[in-house]
């Protein structure tokens, strides 16, 4: 009886942290959105720090973002054991904002903003590290709080999205699948971010001190292509970043809205061959349009509010 006692939970341990696997993937893609835009924020937040000091900085975050996901965990199991009917309204508002920052990146490029704000934020940098008076580890302190608030509302989105796809599945099964994901998602992000803020310095340690012999051509070809490639990546992340914003934006509008569900499904029908390609393309058209609408409403709401206070 014993034995067969064991068995018995040893197999519904199996099972749960099969689901729990099962539902951690699911939430890992429909979060993909987010990361695009987490890795580059992040690494762009770190930039101006001492070279010696970028790594504890991005330690500092990731302690930080921890310790965000231990107040956005619960707070998310909470909603889900008592108001339910609350997790489809917060996702849509998170996927509203998630196109809402695509959208507004996109404007603020065609806008011409976006060098403006570039040649800005370097002016500031330089600033930064040539004023004496500067208090560094004040400098450090205050990048390490905005870094951490910016990471707040990039894991809230995080969390919401994964407590919309464990919906409805056993309380065990959320907090595994929640507290994956939380764990996954802030050693992930914190390590790549942690790689790509060090890539200029590992280019530029291999191209230092050239010698002859093909050794040494190997050390300066690597380095001279990290040192190409980190501005790159940075870029492509970014670019990423934001379409995938408008994928899984998009996506959460149209899942939702059972009107748009079945309007996409009528369209990808047309093409099955085709239809996660058309799905994909119709879900970025309607975050787009969703982000717009959002950036528009933002702007009026901003000049009324103006209007207002003159």
């Not at 990808?268 to 609408?293: D, E, Q, Y």
Request: aromatic fraction near 6%; include cysteine.
């Amino acid at each position: 009886m014993a034995g067969s006692s064991l068995l018995a939970l040893i197999d519904d341990i199996a099972t749960l942290l099969d689901d729990v696997s099962v539902m951690t993937k699911v939430a890992a893609k429909q979060t993909a959105g987010v990361l695009g835009d987490d890795l580059a924020l992040n690494a762009h937040q770190v930039s101006g720090v001492n070279p010696d000091r970028e790594l504890p900085v991005v330690w500092a975050v990731c302690k930080g973002s921890f310790v965000n996901k231990l107040i956005l965990v619960p707070s998310a199991l909470l909603i889900s054991a008592f108001v339910p009917w609350l997790i489809v309204p917060l996702l849509l508002i998170g996927g509203a904002y998630l196109c809402y920052e695509g959208s507004e990146k996109l404007v603020h490029k065609f806008a011409g903003h976006a060098e403006a704000d570039s040649e800005s934020h370097y002016q500031e940098l330089i600033e930064a590290v040539s004023n004496e008076q500067l208090d560094l580890v004040q400098y450090e302190k205050d990048k390490i709080k905005g870094a951490i608030r910016t990471d707040f509302i990039l894991s809230a989105e995080i969390i919401v999205i994964t407590l919309g796809a464990v919906a409805g599945k056993s309380l065990w099964v959320q907090i595994g699948a929640l507290s994956a994901i939380a764990v996954l998602m802030t050693v992930g992000v914190y390590g790549v971010v942690g790689g790509i803020v060090k890539l200029d310095d590992a280019g530029l340690h291999l191209i230092r001190n050239p010698a002859a012999g093909l050794w040494s051509r190997g050390k300066q070809a690597v380095g001279g292509f990290l040192l190409w490639l980190a501005p790159k990546l940075m870029k492509f992340l970014s670019v990423a970043g934001t379409a995938a914003m408008f994928l899984v934006g998009g996506g959460i509008l149209t899942h939702n809205v059972p009107l748009l569900h079945h309007a996409v499904e009528g369209i990808g029908a047309l093409l099955p061959s085709l239809s996660w390609l058309i799905t994909a393309l119709v879900n970025a058209v309607f975050g787009v349009l969703l982000g717009l609408a959002v950036v528009a409403l933002v702007a009026l709401y901003g000049k009324l509010f103006r209007r207002k206070r003159a």
